[in-house]
């Protein structure tokens, strides 16, 4: 059982290229989340969804996209990386909104990417 | 001010130690209250979860919640060598949540 799985683990780009983070999760869960990690910042909350054909903004969505095409994945898009975009970035997934009644989020391993 | 404030470390104690780890939070309206474990190069994974006031105690791990002083504790009895991690305090209203910074523990053999 895998869980939530991201992909790629580690990318480098260059300011103003383009690319697309995969999350996919194997538990059913309607929840679907994107948030990202920086020192002394906390996880901070990008985008999420609480069903198929369904996103919001979170705390921090400027510069970023997501869709949620399939239930089992979630997929967050930068269409012009900016070097303030370098991050790790964490998909989680959850079968009620997460921290409802010991439903908890399930996170993937991250994503570590750099703008240069 | 942020929703939720971590002293972020880094602690360090020895093997056998109680282990005690804080965060304040800013909003009365919050009501759920996680911790998360991180390890190193991995994603966190919940510990405990608490409703509202009071305690709720697993194992070694006990999360304790105090409505009145907003305040949230993570207590680790019997501190082991594998408790070495970064501590994460979360809570979240509707469909926004809030993280702490992290508490980096280093338990010592």
């Known amino acids: 059982n895998a869980g939530v799985t991201q992909t790629p683990k580690f990318r480098v780009l260059k300011t103003g290229q383009s690319m697309t983070l995969l999350c996919a999760q194997d538990?059913?869960?309607?929840?679907m989340y994107w948030y990202r990690q920086d020192p002394g910042m906390g996880l901070r909350l990008i985008h999420y969804?609480?069903?198929?054909?369904?996103?919001a903004k979170g705390e921090v969505p400027d510069g970023y996209n997501v869709s949620r095409l399939k239930k089992q994945n979630f997929l967050l898009g930068l269409e012009s990386a900016a070097p303030s975009q370098t991050s790790v970035y964490f998909c989680?997934?959850?079968?009620?909104?997460?921290?409802?009644?010991?439903?908890?989020?399930?996170f993937g391993d991250g994503t570590r990417l750099s703008i240069l | 001010q942020k929703e939720v404030e971590q002293d972020p470390g880094p602690l360090s104690v020895p093997e056998g130690a109680i282990v005690s780890l804080n965060c304040t939070y800013s909003n009365s309206a919050f009501q759920y209250f996680m911790w998360y474990r991180q390890y190193s190069r991995k994603g966190p994974e919940l510990l405990m979860y608490?409703?509202?006031?009071g305690n709720k105690e697993d194992g070694r791990f006990t999360a304790q919640v105090d409505k009145s002083s907003k305040y949230i504790s993570l207590f680790i009895r019997d501190s082991q060598p594998s408790d070495s991690a970064t501590y994460l305090c979360?809570?979240?209203?509707?469909?926004?949540?809030?993280f702490g910074t992290g508490t980096s523990l280093t338990v010592i053999p």
């Open positions: 969804s609480v069903g198929e054909g369904t996103t």
């Open positions: 979360a809570t979240n209203t509707g469909n926004q949540f809030y």
């Open positions: 989680a997934a959850s079968f009620v909104r997460g921290g409802g009644r010991d439903q908890p989020q399930h």
């Open positions: 608490t409703y509202s006031s």
């Open positions: 538990m059913n869960h309607e929840y």
